[in-house]
């Protein structure tokens, strides 16, 4: 038996998953970071190395993306 599949996509299909994982991925973004800041001090403990410096740095970084992204919206609106 045969599968048949669309030939083509549509575009608001793609487009509705889209926005949808990015808007899952954006509600994401805290628990992510404090997944990766916990996850670096607890490998700086163990002494893993570059391992806990990329862990924490990560963290570090999605702070600063939330950060400024609400500090952008703030700005925006006044």
Same mark, same amino acid.
Not at 17 to 44: Q, W
């Given at each position: 038996?045969?599968? @048949?599949?669309?030939?083509?996509?549509?575009?608001?299909?793609?487009?509705?998953?889209?926005?949808? $994982?990015?808007?899952?991925?954006?509600?994401?973004?805290?628990?992510? @970071?404090?997944? $990766?800041?916990?996850?670096?001090? #607890?490998?700086? %403990?163990?002494?893993?190395? #570059?391992?806990?410096?990329?862990?924490?740095?990560?963290?570090?970084?999605?702070?600063? %993306?939330?950060? $400024?992204?609400?500090?952008?919206?703030?700005?925006?609106?006044?």
């Amino acid at each position: 038996m045969k599968l @048949r599949l669309p030939k083509r996509h549509s575009a608001a299909n793609m487009e509705a998953l889209l926005v949808h $994982f990015s808007t899952s991925l954006d509600r994401s973004l805290p628990t992510l @970071r404090t997944f $990766f800041i916990v996850t670096g001090v #607890i490998a700086a %403990a163990a002494r893993t190395g #570059i391992f806990s410096d990329f862990m924490f740095a990560t963290g570090l970084l999605l702070q600063f %993306a939330i950060w $400024f992204e609400h500090w952008w919206m703030q700005k925006r609106t006044r």
